[in-house]
């Protein structure tokens, strides 16, 4: 089971977010975030995992907090395939501890930045039961050619947030716009924000990730 940090915006939450972080960083990166994103009434038990470390082939083999390998700059062509699907089982587990306590995935909001939100698209569309949504942050979606045939009937109608900055140099805008194509030519219902910020998070962006928490988890 991954380490993770937790926050509850109450007594007995009755919803959860998953929220994995991008390369390099930790749980710790986007739990200030959450005082900020008017949420609903309903009490809402945040969980923020640590990525292991391992090394990363892109930085010189550099050990750091990672979901997956990084092999080179075309992230769709060379792909960690095995570091992807471990990651997914990793927050699959999370899923599962979150049903142990009572949360069931309708609700339950999978959620990551760059790394992390390509983990939380690979594992929300090919889970076998529906979640309440998923917030993709300037990301893309990992594996992609396995899409098509891996996907679950209950994610047809799962809620997709994806956020990406018009001057990301880490994942170009293009890459994102691809992304959000396929799933949208899969059938998927996208809600897409672009902003003029890079790699990274804009108060716009905040505020765009507070409705979408309070359209899904009402």
Same mark, same amino acid.
């Given at each position: ?20 972080? $991008?390369?390099?960083?930790? /749980?710790?990166?986007?739990?200030? *975030? ?12 945040? *969980? ?12 010189? $083999? ?40 009572? #949360?069931?995935?309708?609700? #339950?909001?999978?959620? /990551?930045?760059?790394? $992390? /939100? ?14 309440? /949504? ?36 880490? #994942? ?17 219902? *996208? ?14 962006? *905040? ?12």
């Amino acid at each position: 089971m991954l380490n993770t940090l937790e926050l509850a915006t109450g007594p007995a939450p009755s919803a959860a977010v998953i929220w994995l972080h $991008g390369l390099g960083a930790d /749980g710790n990166d986007f739990a200030p *975030i959450v005082g900020e994103l008017a949420l609903p009434a309903a009490s809402i038990r945040f *969980i923020f995992p640590h990525a292991p470390s391992m090394p990363v082939t892109i930085n010189g $083999g550099y050990v750091m907090p990672a979901w997956y390998d990084i092999l080179g700059t075309d992230l769709n062509r060379r792909e960690d395939e095995a570091g992807v699907r471990a990651s997914q089982q990793a927050l699959e587990a999370l899923v599962a501890r979150e049903g142990e306590r009572g #949360i069931a995935p309708n609700r #339950i909001v999978l959620a /990551g930045f760059s790394q $992390g /939100g390509a983990i939380a698209l690979q594992t929300a569309l090919r889970h076998s039961a529906a979640f309440a /949504g998923v917030m993709a942050l300037s990301t893309y979606v990992p594996l992609a050619a396995t899409l098509p045939a891996e996907r679950s009937a209950a994610s047809s109608a799962v809620p997709i947030l994806m956020v990406h900055g018009t001057l990301d140099p880490i #994942i170009p805008l293009a890459m994102a716009k691809r992304s959000r194509d396929l799933l949208r030519s899969l059938g998927y219902a *996208i809600e897409w924000h672009e902003y003029p910020m890079e790699h990274s998070v804009c108060p716009e962006e *905040i505020a765009a990730i507070g409705a979408f928490l309070r359209q899904t988890l009402a």
